[in-house]
């Protein structure tokens, strides 16, 4: 059974940093799409970036472009987000979820997802 587990979430004073992780008892993601979305208070998920875990091809929204990184570490089987230069509108709660079908940046295409894992930013 995916049980995603998400963490590394916090408070961070704006322009600061942090990394997300997300995994899965230690199972690996081979042949997956996973993807990280975030729901802030009053607002739908939204997509926030995707990684292939076998191809290795990623994929951003335009709001996170050049500010956030997605990456496979294959050793730890684990799906990462490195979140540089945060602003106050990345607050959120943020989730990782495997691509089931459909358009990857909708989260209706996802499944299996985590409790999620805030993330703070202050100004």
């Known amino acids: 059974q995916v049980r995603l587990v998400e963490s590394g979430g916090g408070l961070v004073q704006a322009g600061g940093s942090l990394s997300l992780t997300c995994a899965d008892s230690g199972r690996s993601f081979v042949g997956y799409v996973m993807g990280w979305f975030r729901q802030a208070p009053g607002k739908e998920r939204e997509f926030v970036a995707s990684i292939s875990w076998s191809s290795g091809t990623t994929k951003y929204a335009d709001s996170v472009q050049g500010r956030f990184t997605v990456s496979g570490d294959y050793a730890k089987n684990t799906v990462n987000l490195q979140m540089n230069s945060l602003k106050p509108d990345d607050t959120a709660i943020y989730y990782c979820?495997?691509?089931?079908?459909?358009?990857?940046?909708?989260?209706?295409?996802?499944?299996?997802w985590g409790q999620g894992t805030q993330v703070t930013v202050a100004s």
């Open positions: 979820g495997r691509y089931l079908s459909g358009y990857y940046y909708r989260a209706s295409s996802y499944g299996h």
